[in-house]
Nanobody, 120 residues
């Protein structure tokens, strides 16, 4: 069974930094675009950052210059979100996403989510 597992969430003060990790498991043939979405309290899920198989990146305007997405295809088939200069508006549940070809065919996979809370 293919899974995505996030880690690294928690509480952080404004201006602080945090790195989220998402590792894949299971039988995976190809990983296409990987990325991060978030759902702030009372709001809809939104794109934060994406990185495709050629390492091209795409960011939401609200995180440009503060967040960096990266991926490790060699060892862990993982995606990371490096968050700097965090502000209270970044409080949300963060979800890892990956488009992959597996025994189930080509589809999107989601992690279970990890909470990031920003408060002083």
């Amino acid at each position: 069974q293919v899974k995505l597992m996030e880690s690294g969430g928690g509480s952080v003060q404004p201006g602080g930094s945090l790195t989220l990790s998402c590792e894949t498991s299971g039988i995976i043939y190809v990983i296409y675009t990987m990325g991060w979405y978030r759902q702030p309290p009372g709001k809809q899920r939104e794109l934060v950052a994406q990185i495709d198989s050629r390492y091209a990146t795409n960011y939401a305007d609200s995180v440009k210059g503060r967040f960096t997405v990266s991926r490790d295809d060699a060892a862990k088939n993982a995606v990371y979100l490096h968050m700097n200069n965090i502000n209270p508006e970044d409080t949300a549940v963060y979800y890892c996403n990956a488009g992959m070809r597996t025994v189930e065919g080509v589809r999107d996979y989601w992690g279970q989510g990890t909470q990031v809370t920003v408060s002083s």
